[in-house]
């Protein structure tokens, strides 16, 4: 079967191909925004007429005729923008994706060659329109047909993630034993078989950094050379944070697509379970401070990053991803399943109070939410649980392993 991935790379532009990036990606923002600006006031008309990519794409020339600027960036990157904001609409429309809203130069820029014959590499470089050779590392070998290249910024570092498209065989079903996983805050992933899956976290050195640099923003002028430079220094460090979490999360959960059938975890609501609970004038909230630790630390352990990537990669070898209810799997026993807010006796022990099974307190959670995925919990309905079928582009597992250590 055919399968599209995505290879991304790091580049080195020069500082004149530096800034035509730029100008692209700012030209892409510009033509979104204005185009979703049309569609909206197009809607609000008693007779709008019927706007898509093609339609707003007729209306290229005369706008490049007002705005001449927009001749120095390669056109094809502005007809791909344009096809972006379909989609936008068309995922809006299908109840995946939010309503488009308007870029931002904040999130950064970013911009796409759609045709194949456009650009061309060689080891060390790659040949974009307009811009050239421009230098990149690439790391590993390119398999498969080229189909497009993104370019993207992220903290000052420029990447060209290129999307493949090569035939694969189906993956035969993997028969190794399921399991189910725990994530939790002190231990990040619990599996039911006892191990545990150790994750970076952002340490106390490194939130003191963070500390410090938001404070050198915070302390220089607004609009200020220094201050653009403070804040480029604080976005530099919180992308390799990312970056380290990002890796890990990538190698761990490869080990588990990898290593089992059935893969069972907690349909969790990050959104709400990291919501403020500042409250407001009339009603402020209470406990606001720990709460934010705890939706600091919780985050730091990206479960929605986690799910996403053994969900995909789950459709790479063979497994299967369940996601069951969460509700009270940490006060439910794996044994007689039996329910009591007394059967957790600590952050870290678990006794029953019907049967008087022992166990660590996450190991026990894991096993409560393999058993609800299976169906194998005697007296404890499954809850909401539901087989992920989420389809997502497809990408390269990265190489290397994850150390997996029995939990104390």
Known sequence: MLQRCAYRFRLYPTPEQEALFRLTGGACRFLYNLALEQRRLEWLRSQPRHLNAVAQGAELPALKQAAPWLREVPHHTLIQTLRDLDRAYRNWWSGTAAAPSYRKRRDGDRFRFPDPKQFRFEEERIFLPKAGWVRWVQHRPLRGTPKNVTISEDAGCWYAAVQVEVEVAEPAPITAPAVGIDLGVTKPLVLSTGNLVYLPRTGETERRRLA?????????????????????????????????????????????????????????????????????????????????????????????????????????????????????????????????????????????????????????????????????????????????????????????????????
């Open 212 to 408: 410090a640099l938001h404070r050198k923003v915070a302390r220089k002028r607004k609009g200020s050379k220094n201050r653009a430079k403070a804040k480029h220094a604080l976005a530099r460090y919180q992308a390799h944070l990312a970056r380290r979490r990002r890796d890990a999360a990538h190698k761990a959960t490869t080990i588990l697509a990898k290593s089992h059938g059935v893969i069972v975890l907690e349909d969790l609501r990050v959104r709400a379970m990291t919501a403020s609970a500042k409250g407001t004038l009339e009603q402020p909230g209470t406990n606001v401070r720990a709460k934010s630790g705890l939706n600091r630390s919780l985050l730091d352990v990206a479960p929605g990053q986690i799910r996403r990537m053994l969900e995909y990669k789950a459709l790479w070898y063979g497994s299967t991803v369940i996601a069951v209810n969460p509700a009270y799997t940490s006060q439910t026993c794996s044994q007689c399943g039996h329910v009591h807010a007394e059967n957790r006796v600590s952050q870290a022990a678990f006794l029953c109070c019907a049967c008087g099974h022992a166990e660590n307190a996450d190991v026990n959670a894991a096993k409560v939410i393999l058993q609800r995925g299976t169906g194998g919990l005697p007296g404890v309905a499954c809850g909401s649980s539901r087989r992920s079928g989420r389809k997502q582009e497809r990408r390269p597992a990265m190489a290397g392993s994850r150390r997996l250590q029995a939990a104390e």
